[in-house]
């Protein structure tokens, strides 16, 4: 029996679903734990593809490192944090489901695994000299040139406009115009009172 499809279905799904729920999510920790959750079924979508590498680079470095960035974000857009405090307890159920679904998916591909024919189990050896991450860079960088630049302008649309956000005018704060500033007139700085040191008669 091969699971490999249903698996592969499955993620596939329930991909689709967190990144759907990582746009339509109002609260920003909410839309971070589906992001999460949608790093980790694309993960496992590439190692049922036999691409561990690229597997492994998803969880380091966007888990690790694009997370990291997120949160710095949401920091940055002056979120109430105090509200979001007194409802600490709102985010268990979300929180407990994504690490769930993520348990349940490092389980199945584990499985999986075992309960694949020989065939699948044992595929045919690679050369000596085969490389998988050398193999992807050519698959990335050959077949698939035009998607990967396609999703490299999408993503420098998307850092644009996160700099756009942390940037954007607000009432409380205080800016200054350097072109304001270097078109000022020197009576304008400094102005020049003659005052009496002393009333007369006194």
């Known amino acids: 029996m ?24 109002r609260n920003p920790v909410h839309a971070a734990l589906w992001l999460v959750l949608s790093f ?17 680079a998803l969880v380091l470095v966007y888990v690790g490192a694009v997370m990291v960035l997120f949160l710095f974000v ?20 979300v929180g407990a489901t994504v690490g769930i679904l993520v348990v349940v998916e490092m389980a199945l591909v584990l499985i999986g695994g075992y ?4 065939a699948v189990q ?5 050369p000596p000299n085969f490389s ?9 960088y050959t077949d698939y040139a035009y998607p990967f630049e396609i999703a490299a302008v999408i993503l420098l ?15 409380e704060s205080k800016y200054q115009n350097p072109a ?14 003659q005052m009496p040191s002393e009333k007369k008669g006194q």
């Open 115 to 118: 309960l694949s024919p020989a």
């Open 74 to 93: 949401v920091m940055m857009l002056d979120v109430n944090f105090a509200k979001m405090r007194e409802r600490f307890r709102s985010y268990i159920p």
């Open 2 to 25: 091969n699971i490999q499809p249903f698996l592969f279905y499955a993620f596939a799904l329930i991909l689709l679903c967190a990144a759907l729920l990582v746009v339509i999510s």
């Open 132 to 140: 998988n991450t050398r193999m992807l860079g050519l698959q990335i």
């Open 122 to 126: 044992n595929p045919a050896p690679s």
């Open 40 to 56: 980790f079924s694309a993960a496992a979508v590439w190692l049922l593809l036999q691409a561990e590498f690229l597997a492994i």
């Open 180 to 193: 304001d500033q270097v078109k000022v007139r020197s009576r304008d700085r400094l102005r020049v009172l």
């Open 157 to 171: 649309v998307a850092i644009i406009a996160a700099i756009a956000l942390t940037h954007r005018t607000r009432r």
